[in-house]
């Protein structure tokens, strides 16, 4: 089982997520994580993707036009079942506490509802349900702190554990 992990970094800190959430993919046995920047992301990979996570900026909030573009490019390897029988999800990155995450998740999220891909959130360290972990990178101290690197990790393993699961009943 692979799973892709797609990703747009400009400054190293969807990077960095995109490792945490890689890491935790990899702790699920029997799953292998295929992670790429989305400009390296080849037709092959997405077309034996099990699950394809989506990590991005966040760009007047919203996601990056290079992220926009691998959902265009995911569209076209996958044809006209689009994402029948495979399962998404997407993480960001953003500046400040009200940079537009949750409308960068939801535009990532949308456009693979419509090509027919199952959605698995994520679950914050309170318990919540969340639409995909995030990291606030600005401020004092910036980047990406543990605590984000943490969700992520919890992130891959569920996104992983989950997509076993539905395929195990897809088969």
Do not use: C
């Not at 959902?71 to 400040?96: P, S």
Request: zero cysteines.
């Amino acid at each position: 089982m692979r799973i892709l992990i797609a990703y747009h970094s400009q400054t190293g800190n969807t990077e960095k997520l995109a490792v945490a959430v890689k890491d935790g993919v990899a702790s699920v046995k029997g799953v292998e994580p295929v992670l790429r920047t989305a400009a390296a992301v080849t037709a092959a990979e997405i077309a034996s993707a099990d699950g394809i996570l989506i990590g991005t900026p966040v760009h007047w909030h919203n996601l990056s036009a290079e992220a926009k573009t691998l959902i265009d490019r995911i569209g076209e390897a996958l044809g006209k079942n689009y994402g029948e029988g495979r399962t998404a999800g997407v993480f960001t990155t953003v500046g400040g506490g009200s940079g537009g995450q949750e409308t960068a998740r939801m535009s990532v999220i949308s456009a693979m509802l419509a090509m027919r891909f199952v959605i698995i959130g994520g679950v914050t360290d309170d318990g919540f349900g969340s639409l995909g972990p995030y990291a606030t990178t600005g401020g004092k101290p910036g980047g990406v702190s543990e605590r984000d690197r943490a969700e992520a990790r919890r992130f891959g393993e569920r996104f992983a554990r989950i997509t076993v699961k539905l395929k195990w009943k897809k088969d």
